[in-house]
């Protein structure tokens, strides 16, 4: 079975850092689109920070720019959310997902149709 396991959230103080982690199981990140999404009370479901295995180039919203950094190691079939210097308006629930890539036209990787795998979520809240 095709899963993502993600770990790594909690209750951190402005300014602090926490890193997610995503395990994928049942397939391996070659040939897949990666990202992080957030979804805040509310609000819609966003892309966070995503990275194309065409050819490399990644997203970063523009409120994390800077701040957060997204990356994989292929061995362990993990992708990462390291996130620094976290605001109380960081605080949602952050989805790991990970989409198929034909190679077919051009790619979103910033748009949830994408991704066809997407982890259980895991609550990040940031105090002031």
């Known amino acids: 079975d095709v899963q993502l396991q993600a770990s790594g959230g909690g209750l951190v103080q402005a300014g602090g850092s926490l890193k997610l982690s995503c395990e994928a199981s049942?397939?391996?990140?070659?040939?897949?689109?990666i990202g992080w999404f957030r979804q805040a009370p509310g609000k819609e479901r966003e892309a966070v920070a995503c990275?194309?295995?065409?050819?490399?180039?990644?997203y970063y919203a523009d409120s994390v720019k800077g701040r957060f950094s997204i990356s994989s190691d292929n061995n362990k079939n993990t992708m990462y959310l390291q996130m620094n210097s976290l605001k109380p308006e960081d605080t949602a629930i952050y989805y790991c997902?990970?989409?198929?890539?034909?190679?077919?036209?051009?790619?979103?990787?910033?748009?949830?149709?994408?991704?066809?795998?997407w982890g259980q979520g895991t609550q990040v809240t940031v105090s002031s």
């Open positions: 049942g397939f391996t990140f070659e040939g897949h689109t």
């Open positions: 990275i194309s295995d065409r050819d490399s180039s990644t």
């Open positions: 997902a990970a989409g198929r890539d034909y190679g077919l036209g051009s790619l979103e990787i910033d748009q949830t149709y994408e991704y066809d795998f």
